[in-house]
C-alpha cells in the first residue's frame, strides 16, 4: 500500500509539472496577447520624415505563445524587421513601428501580428489601429519649460527660447503667449510670425518682470507648422521682496451675492533690519467699483520699523453678476531711499448666487414647422470648485406649444469642471404662432442652493408641403482599407418654389457601425437651398456594410426621406492615401486650394487604373494627373494626383473621386470644403492719453560725434515742442553709448564716468541735474550740459547700455553699489503709469552683445507688453551711406529696434536739426499714431476706418511691412476717441 501511495504522489507531481502526459484541451493554460498602447497614435508627422513608435506586445495569460511577424495595412507604415519569438508567461517584447508620410492629410489603417495566441482571431491575427497625419512643415521647441527664478518687483530679466526647423522646407512660426499670469510676462516676438529657412535656428527672447510677490506662471504657444496645435512652454518665475512678507498676494473673494459684503484681511511684515518706508494703500483697476478698502493703518513717522506688523482691511460688494474685471491694492512699501513700486495684492470675486452656468440662454428654435417638432440641448456646465448636485428640473410651457424635457427630473451629480445635458423638444400649437417656456434648474452646492432659469423660446408656422430632393438616394462608399475612414454627403435640396422645414438629420438606428454622422438640427431650406449630413464609413474589417441616412421634412405623407449607405472594407496592395481630403473654410476672394494624394501599387505585378471620376460637387473640385487610360501601374510603384477646391459659391460642398481598377467597385477618396464669401476683419481701439513720458538718450561719445552733441544741445526747445503743446509731465535723462571707462590718450570724457557711464545717468558726479522735468530751472542749459558727454571713447554699445540704464540695480537705486561714486544710480526716472521713449544719437553702428529682438522683449516687459508704451528712435547713419559721408557705419540695428516699434529713424546728417527733432518729439510727447492690425488685409484699398463711429477716408495710410495703419500727426485721433478699423481677410 506504500509503494502504490508513492507511485501515485509521484505521478500527480509529474502531471502538475506538465511531463509526460497531457490535460484536455477545456483544461489547457490558455496564452493572453495583450498591447501597449491598443492604438498607434503617430500624430503629426513631418511629410518625409519617420517617426517611430513602440509597441509593447504582453502575454498575460499563463501558456507560452510565439509572435510569427508583424504587417500594416498602410503602405507609408512598417515594422522594423524582426525574428520571429516566443512569449512566456508574463513575458513582454516591443516592437519598433515606424510611420513616413509622402503626403499630407489623415491617414488610418491597422497593425496585423501574426501570432498563436489563444486570445488571436481564428486566422492567428491580432489587430492595432494605426492613424497619423502628414504635414509639410515641422519646427522643433528646444525647451518644455523656463524658469526665470527669483525676481525682485519691477526688474526684467530676459531668458531665450530656441527654436529650429529641421525640415526640407520652410515654416512659418508664431507665438502667444497666455496663463495665469501672462501679464508678467513678454516677448518682443509675441503676436508676431516669421518664417524659418530649412535648418534655421532662432532665439525667441522672452521677458518676467513680477508684479505681484509670489509665483508666476504663463505659457508660450509656438505655432510649430501650419495645421497642428502648438508646442507649449510653460513659463515660470517668482516675485519676491526680500526683506517685506505680505499675505496673501491673492484675494479671492469668490461668488458673493449680490448687494452683500464679504471682507478679507492681508498682512504686511517688515522682516529685515532696516526699516522700510511707508505711504498708505492705493486700489488700482477698480473698474467695476466692487471692491473697495474698509481699512489701512496710520503708522507713525510714515516707517515701517524692522519686525513690524500692519493689517488692511478689504471689501467686496457685487452689484451685477459674473466675474468681475481684477483689481489691485497696491502697498507703497519700500526700502528707504529707493524709489522700488511696491507690492501689489490681486483682487478677485465674482457676482451672483451660483456658479454653474446654463448654455444656451434663451435656448430658440426658430422656426418650426407646426405638426413637427424639433429638439435641441441645454449644457449645464459646472465651473464651481466643487461638484455639485442638480437636485431638480422642471420645464414649463407658457404659451404657444408644447415645450418637453426628454428626460425624467430626477437628482444627478456633475463633476467639478464637468457638462450636463438637458434634451428639450419643441412641438409648436396650431395657429398658436409664437411659444415660451422655462427651464428651472435647482442645484445643490454644499449647504447652498441655487436656482438657475433659462428660458426657451420658438415659433410654429403653416408650410407648403415641402418638394425636395434626395441626393444621392445611394451613397457608395465603394472599396475603403480596413481601418481607413471616408466621408461623404447625402444632400436634401428644396427643389420646390416655397420654403421648406429640415427637422434634422442623422444615421437610422440599426445602421453597421461603421457609419457615423453628427446629428443636424432643424432647418428652414429656401427655394433651392440644400442641407448636407457628412456621414463617415470606417470598416473594421474586411466584407460589406450597409446602413441608412434619415431626415425629416414637412410633408403629410412623404416626410421621411432616407438614402441607402453601402461600402465594403478591403486589404490588399493597391491603397489611396489620405482616403479623406479635407480643405477647410476657403474664401472666395481668394484663389483655389491646393492639395495632393499619393496612389500606391504595392502589387508584386502591375495594377491597372481603367479609370479615375469625381461625382456629388465635381464642379467645385479638379483632378489634375498624369495618367493615359487604361495606365498601367508599375509594381511597387507610387504615382502623385493633384485635386483642386475651388467653391463656387456660399456653403459646404462634397465629393466623391473614384479610382476604378474594373473590378466592379472603386476605391473612393472623400472631399469636402466649405465656401466663403464675406471675409472681415474688424479691430477696434481706444486712444489713450498720454499725460506722463519719460525719455531717455543714448549719446554716442566716440571721437568723431562733437558737432552732432552741440546740434542735439542747442536743439531742446524743438524736441519739446509737442511737450509744451500738450502739457506733458516729462522725465529726460541722458546716458552714453560706452560702458568701459576710456584709456584715453586723446581727448577726456566729463561727467566723472570718463566714458564708461555705463548705463547710469549723466553726468555720474550729479555736476548738473541728471533728470530733468518740467520744474527744472534752466533746463535749456541743463539739457545742452548732459548731452555734451565728450569724445572719448570708441567701443559703441548703445543697446546695451540702455538695458542697463533701466535695468537692477541702476533703475531703482539712488546709489550704484558697484561703484566708489556716490548717488549715482537712476532712481526716481522711471515710471510705472508714464510712456518710455528712447532716443539714440549715433554715426557708427550698434555692437551690443544681445539681438536686437533682446532689447526689444526687454523694453516691453518693462510696460507689461504694451507696445502703445513704448517708442524707440533713432537719428543713426543711413542705409544708404552714399547720402551722409561722415557717417562711419549705418545705424542698421537702431534703425531694425526703431521700425519694431513704430519710432521715427532721422539721418545723423540732417541739414536742420530741428525739423528731426520736432519729428522725434511728436513721436515721444503725442498722441498715439501707429494702430497695429491683427491680421493682414487681403485689399488695402478697402480698408474702411471710423473715429468715434464716423468714418475718416484721408489723413492715414497702411504700412505694409509692420501690418499697421498709421495716421497723419494732424488727423490723430484725440485722447478717449474709439478707433475702429475694418479691412478684408487675407488669403
Known amino acids: 500500500m506504500v509503494g502504490l501511495r508513492w507511485v501515485c504522489m509521484a505521478a500527480c507531481l509529474w502531471a502538475l509539472m ?208 501650419p495645421t497642428c496645435e502648438p508646442v507649449v512652454v510653460t513659463l515660470a518665475g517668482a516675485g519676491i521682496a526680500s526683506k517685506l512678507e505680505v499675505t496673501p498676494l491673492r484675494v479671492d473673494f469668490g461668488r458673493v451675492a449680490l448687494g452683500a459684503v464679504a471682507e478679507e484681511r492681508i498682512t504686511i511684515r517688515n522682516l529685515g533690519t532696516e526699516p522700510m518706508s511707508w505711504g498708505g494703500v492705493n486700489l488700482l483697476d477698480n473698474v467695476s467699483g466692487a471692491f473697495r478698502v474698509v481699512s489701512a493703518p496710520t503708522v507713525s513717522g510714515n516707517v515701517l520699523v524692522p519686525g513690524a506688523v500692519v493689517e488692511v482691511k478689504v471689501g467686496f460688494s457685487p452689484t451685477v453678476s459674473g466675474t468681475m474685471r481684477e483689481a489691485r491694492l497696491e502697498l507703497d512699501v519700500r526700502p528707504m531711499g529707493t524709489s522700488k513700486p511696491g507690492p501689489k495684492v490681486a483682487l478677485a470675486g465674482e457676482g451672483g448666487a451660483s456658479c454653474v452656468v446654463l448654455q444656451p440662454d434663451p435656448l430658440d428654435f426658430g422656426v418650426v414647422a407646426e405638426g413637427m417638432s424639433a429638439t435641441r440641448d441645454v449644457q449645464i456646465i459646472n465651473r464651481c470648485r466643487n461638484d455639485v448636485l442638480l437636485s431638480d428640473l422642471k420645464l414649463t410651457t407658457k404659451k404657444g406649444g408644447y415645450f418637453m424635457l426628454n428626460q425624467a427630473s430626477t437628482s444627478l451629480p456633475i463633476p467639478m469642471g464637468q457638462t450636463a445635458t438637458v434634451p428639450i423638444t419643441f412641438m409648436p400649437r396650431a395657429g398658436v404662432g409664437g411659444g415660451e417656456a422655462e427651464l428651472v434648474a435647482r442645484l445643490l452646492n454644499g449647504r447652498s442652493t441655487s436656482t438657475e432659469v433659462v428660458k426657451v423660446l420658438g415659433t410654429g408656422k403653416v408650410f407648403s408641403p415641402c418638394q425636395y430632393q434626395v441626393e444621392p438616394a445611394r451613397l457608395e462608399f465603394g472599396n475603403v482599407p480596413v481601418g481607413s475612414e471616408v466621408t461623404l454627403a447625402v444632400g436634401v435640396r428644396n427643389v420646390g418654389s416655397s420654403e421648406c422645414y429640415l427637422a434634422g438629420m442623422q444615421i437610422s438606428e440599426g445602421s453597421d457601425e461603421a457609419f457615423r454622422a453628427d446629428k443636424t438640427g432643424n432647418t428652414v431650406l429656401q427655394p433651392g437651398q440644400r442641407a448636407l449630413l457628412l456621414a463617415r464609413f470606417k470598416p473594421g474589417a474586411e466584407g460589406e456594410f450597409s446602413g441608412i441616412a434619415e431626415g425629416w421634412v414637412n410633408h403629410p405623407s412623404n416626410g421621411h426621406l432616407t438614402a441607402q449607405l453601402h461600402g465594403r472594407g478591403v486589404q490588399g496592395c493597391f491603397s489611396v492615401q489620405p482616403t479623406n481630403l479635407d480643405f477647410g473654410v476657403t474664401r472666395l476672394t481668394c484663389g483655389p486650394k491646393e492639395r495632393e494624394l499619393v496612389v500606391y501599387n504595392k502589387c508584386a505585378g502591375p495594377t491597372t487604373l481603367v479609370g479615375l471620376g469625381l461625382d456629388g460637387d465635381a464642379s467645385d473640385f479638379k483632378v489634375s494627373h498624369g495618367f493615359l487610360f487604361p495606365q498601367v501601374l508599375g509594381a511597387n510603384s507610387v504615382s502623385r494626383v493633384k485635386v483642386t477646391y475651388e467653391p463656387q459659391g456660399d456653403g459646404d460642398d462634397a465629393a466623391a473621386m473614384r479610382f476604378d481598377l474594373g473590378t466592379g467597385t472603386p476605391y473612393t477618396v472623400g472631399l469636402v470644403g466649405k465656401g466663403v464669401l464675406k471675409n472681415e476683419q474688424t479691430d477696434q481701439f481706444v486712444q489713450q492719453s498720454l499725460s506722463k513720458v519719460d525719455v531717455l538718450f543714448l549719446v554716442d561719445n566716440s571721437g568723431s560725434m562733437m558737432d552732432e552733441q552741440q546740434n542735439l544741445g542747442q536743439n531742446f526747445a524743438a524736441f519739446l515742442s509737442h511737450a509744451a503743446n500738450t502739457g506733458v509731465d516729462y522725465h529726460i535723462a541722458v546716458t552714453t553709448t560706452g560702458l568701459e571707462r576710456s584709456s584715453g590718450g586723446w581727448a577726456m570724457c566729463p561727467g566723472g564716468a570718463e566714458g564708461g557711464e555705463n548705463g547710469r545717468f549723466f553726468p555720474v558726479d550729479n555736476s548738473s541735474p541728471r533728470i530733468i522735468t518740467p520744474t527744472t530751472p534752466a533746463a535749456e542749459s541743463v539739457f545742452a550740459r548732459n548731452t555734451n558727454v565728450g569724445v572719448c571713447h570708441w567701443n559703441e554699445q548703445g543697446l546695451e547700455a540702455m538695458y542697463r540704464a533701466l535695468a537692477d540695480p541702476l533703475v531703482y537705486n539712488v546709489d550704484d553699489p558697484r561703484t566708489p561714486q556716490v548717488l549715482d544710480g537712476n532712481s526716481g526716472f522711471l515710471r510705472e503709469d508714464a510712456k518710455l521713449a528712447i532716443i539714440a544719437l549715433s554715426d557708427e553702428e550698434d555692437f551690443s552683445p544681445q539681438p536686437v529682438s533682446f532689447y526689444e522683449t526687454f523694453l516691453l516687459g518693462l510696460k507689461g507688453g504694451d507696445r502703445t508704451k513704448v517708442v524707440f528712435s533713432a537719428i543713426v547713419g543711413p542705409g544708404d551711406l552714399s547720402v551722409c559721408p561722415k557717417a562711419s557705419s549705418s545705424g542698421s540695428r537702431y534703425i531694425q529696434l526703431a521700425q519694431s516699434t513704430g519710432g521715427v529713424v532721422e ?81
Open 18 to 225: 506538465g511531463v509526460g502526459c497531457d490535460r484536455p484541451s477545456s483544461h489547457r493554460a490558455q496564452s493572453g496577447l495583450v498591447a501597449s498602447p491598443e492604438k498607434i497614435e503617430f500624430g503629426l508627422s513631418a511629410v518625409g520624415v519617420s517617426k517611430t513608435m513602440k509597441v509593447r506586445l504582453v502575454n498575460q495569460g499563463r501558456a507560452a505563445f510565439t509572435v510569427h511577424g508583424a504587417t500594416a495595412s498602410l503602405p507609408n507604415v512598417e515594422v522594423l524587421p524582426f525574428d520571429s519569438f516566443e512569449l512566456k508567461a508574463g513575458g513582454e517584447r516591443e516592437l519598433e513601428v515606424r510611420f513616413t508620410p509622402d503626403v499630407e492629410g489623415s491617414v488610418q489603417g491597422v497593425l496585423e501580428v501574426l501570432t498563436d495566441a489563444g486570445n488571436a482571431g481564428k486566422d492567428g491575427v491580432a489587430q492595432l489601429g494605426v492613424a497619423g497625419q502628414g504635414v509639410k512643415a515641422w519646427v522643433e521647441v528646444k525647451a518644455a519649460q523656463i524658469d526665470f527664478g527669483n525676481v525682485e518687483l519691477g526688474n526684467v530679466v530676459v531668458r531665450e527660447l530656441v527654436v529650429r526647423n529641421p525640415t526640407r522646407v520652410e515654416s512659418p512660426v508664431n507665438l502667444v503667449l497666455d496663463g495665469a499670469d501672462a501679464d508678467e510676462f513678454g516677448s518682443s516676438d509675441a503676436g508676431a510670425s516669421f518664417t524659418l529657412k530649412p535648418g534655421e535656428q532662432r532665439a525667441l527672447q522672452l521677458s518676467f518682470r513680477p508684479e505681484r510677490l509670489g509665483p508666476a506662471q504663463g505659457l508660450a504657444r509656438v505655432g510649430v507648422c
Open 907 to 987: 539721418n545723423i546728417c540732417t541739414p536742420n536739426w530741428a525739423d528731426s527733432l520736432e519729428n522725434i518729439s511728436e513721436s515721444a510727447f503725442g498722441p498715439n499714431r501707429t494702430f497695429p492690425l491683427s491680421e493682414a488685409p487681403s485689399d488695402p484699398s478697402r480698408i474702411v476706418v471710423k473715429v468715434d463711429g464716423v468714418e475718416v477716408k484721408t489723413g492715414w495710410v497702411y504700412d505694409r511691412n509692420t501690418n499697421t495703419l498709421v495716421f497723419d500727426s494732424e488727423t490723430a485721433p484725440p485722447p478717449g476717441a474709439s478707433v475702429e478699423i475694418t479691412y478684408p481677410v487675407g488669403c
